[in-house]
């Protein structure tokens, strides 16, 4: 039996559009603003209620104190000297006190300055980074690519874990019109598929790859869609999966591979692709549907990795 998924991805490398990435790229929901700076504790995401974390005029990293610190086990304080506002925070092995509007605080007291000053804003005291790391005796890193926050381990989640259940595969009777999408690299059927959402990442797959994002970007030169994935892995397929109709196998475009220098890069996948003429085991020469498709089609984004071998992991679209 031919393995059609390893059969449509050799012929989509040589058919992914390499020629015509264009110079620059900008996120297609954002026309190039800044992302949200996020903050994640041992690898998973905070969720902030009003406030958000930011980074100020001078490019120094803001966070909301009192929801870091009370996540990291500490105690905050608040009191007022007049018109003078001041912050404590305090946690069984480190003391910081703090006044609003300054540079400078008292960390296990000595005095310490770093150059912003801690401000109110959105009734939310936010402190530079720095104060968190030395503060809060955490390890604490900026990450310029995904404009994250690192607190704390890096050791991701895996869907291997058990919060992460296998779903069985005939749930997904009504994405299979195209038979070669759950057979793994040996071409045998998965046990099953493990869906995540985008609030999951960054987590691992099995225990090889980290998928980190998936962003939608925008092409301005070619005028085009692409979908970005950002991995410890270069290379990787994805598949787009539409009820009742077939998969939407895409290759990465390889000349467009990002190394981000930090053990990740950017892989690349055009939206639209002439790959979509392979029909299951058929080249249908004359259709031009495939020119029509797009993203909000996908109810799941199949994230291919050939190191998966008893199920298959999907991301819900976060792109309808």
């Given at each position: 039996m031919i393995?059609?998924?390893?059969?449509?991805?050799?012929?989509?490398?040589?058919?992914?559009?390499?020629?015509?990435?264009?110079?620059?790229?900008?996120s297609a929901?954002?026309a190039?603003?800044?992302?949200?700076?996020?903050v994640l504790?041992?690898?998973?995401?905070?969720?902030?209620?009003?406030?958000k974390?930011?980074?100020?005029?001078?490019?120094?990293?803001?966070?909301?104190?009192?929801?870091?610190?009370?996540?990291?086990?500490?105690?905050?304080?608040?009191?007022?000297?007049?018109?003078v506002s001041?912050?404590?925070?305090?946690?069984?092995?480190h003391?910081?006190?703090?006044?609003?509007?300054?540079?400078?605080?008292?960390?296990?007291?000595?005095?310490?300055?770093?150059?912003?000053?801690?401000?109110?804003?959105?009734?939310?005291?936010?402190?530079?980074?720095?104060?968190?790391?030395?503060?809060?005796g955490?390890?604490?890193?900026?990450?310029?690519?995904?404009?994250?926050?690192?607190?704390?381990?890096?050791?991701?989640?895996?869907?291997?874990?058990?919060?992460f259940?296998?779903?069985?595969?005939?749930?997904?009777?009504?994405?299979?019109?195209?038979?070669?999408?759950?057979r793994?690299?040996?071409?045998?059927?998965y046990?099953?598929?493990?869906?995540?959402?985008?609030?999951?990442?960054?987590?691992?797959?099995?225990?090889?790859?980290?998928?980190?994002?998936i962003?939608?970007?925008?092409?301005?030169?070619?005028?085009?869609d692409?979908?970005?994935?950002?991995s410890?892995q270069?290379?990787?397929?994805?598949?787009?999966?539409?009820?009742?109709?077939?998969?939407k196998?895409?290759?990465?475009?390889?000349?467009?591979?990002?190394?981000?220098?930090d053990?990740?890069?950017?892989?690349?996948?055009?939206?639209?692709?002439?790959?979509?003429?392979?029909?299951?085991?058929?080249?249908?020469?004359?259709?031009?549907?495939?020119?029509?498709?797009?993203?909000s089609?996908?109810?799941?984004i199949?994230?291919?990795?050939?190191?998966?071998?008893?199920?298959?992991?999907?991301?819900?679209?976060?792109?309808?």
């Amino acid at each position: 039996m031919i393995n059609m998924k390893k059969l449509l991805l050799t012929v989509l490398a040589g058919v992914s559009m390499v020629g015509m990435i264009g110079s620059g790229t900008e996120s297609a929901a954002a026309a190039g603003a800044p992302k949200q700076v996020e903050v994640l504790l041992n690898t998973i995401k905070m969720k902030f209620p009003d406030a958000k974390p930011f980074q100020d005029a001078q490019g120094s990293v803001m966070v909301p104190i009192r929801f870091v610190s009370e996540a990291l086990g500490a105690k905050v304080t608040y009191s007022k000297e007049g018109k003078v506002s001041k912050v404590g925070v305090y946690s069984k092995d480190h003391k910081v006190d703090m006044t609003i509007g300054q540079t400078s605080a008292l960390v296990d007291g000595q005095k310490k300055d770093y150059g912003t000053q801690i401000m109110l804003k959105q009734n939310r005291t936010f402190v530079p980074l720095r104060l968190v790391s030395e503060g809060l005796g955490e390890k604490v890193e900026w990450d310029k690519i995904g404009r994250w926050v690192w607190i704390g381990n890096k050791d991701f989640r895996s869907t291997d874990d058990k919060e992460f259940k296998l779903t069985k595969l005939s749930d997904f009777k009504a994405y299979m019109k195209s038979d070669n999408l759950f057979r793994n690299s040996a071409d045998e059927m998965y046990g099953g598929v493990k869906i995540i959402k985008e609030t999951d990442l960054p987590i691992r797959l099995g225990d090889k790859q980290v998928v980190y994002s998936i962003d939608k970007l925008r092409d301005k030169q070619m005028n085009m869609d692409l979908i970005q994935v950002r991995s410890s892995q270069r290379g990787n397929p994805i598949a787009f999966m539409v009820k009742n109709d077939f998969t939407k196998f895409r290759g990465v475009i390889d000349a467009a591979f990002e190394n981000n220098g930090d053990k990740t890069g950017m892989n690349y996948y055009p939206v639209i692709s002439q790959i979509d003429k392979f029909q299951d085991s058929e080249y249908i020469q004359n259709y031009t549907g495939w020119m029509d498709f797009k993203t909000s089609q996908a109810d799941y984004i199949l994230l291919i990795d050939g190191d998966l071998y008893n199920y298959a992991v999907a991301i819900v679209n976060p792109f309808k």
